[in-house]
Nanobody
């Protein structure tokens, strides 16, 4: 069973930074595409960033240039570095995982199969 455990959320002032971590177990992490989503109150969950098993990243337009996803395969951990935070970044942030080797398929599109419990990020103005 895949388990994802996020950490690193908290309260920060606008313009500040936070780094989220997600520790994964129960999967062959080095082969697993990972993603970060967020859900603000009253809104649908939205994709923030994805990172393939090879380290290629994609970002939502709203966070490009401010957020950076990375992974440490030796630690089975994926990170989301968030800089220049804005009040509109306030949300519960969720780590997700696709099936191992999924991104080896042609025309691959990230699909979250497994979820963490989420971590709250609050940005004050």
């Amino acid at each position: 069973q895949v388990q994802l455990v996020e950490s690193g959320g908290g309260l920060v002032q606008a313009g500040g930074s936070l780094r989220l971590s997600c520790a994964a177990s129960g999967t062959i992490f080095i082969l697993t595409p990972m993603g970060w989503y967020r859900q603000a109150p009253g809104k649908q969950r939205e994709l923030v960033a994805t990172i393939t098993s090879g380290g290629r990243t994609n970002y939502a337009d709203s966070v490009k240039g401010r957020f950076t996803a990375s992974r440490d395969n030796a630690k089975n951990t994926v990170y989301l570095e968030m800089n220049s935070l804005k009040p509109e970044d306030t949300a519960v942030y969720y780590c997700s995982a696709d099936h191992p080797q999924a991104n080896y398929s042609p025309n691959y599109s990230y699909t979250p199969r497994f979820w963490g419990q989420g971590t709250q990020v609050t940005v004050s103005s």
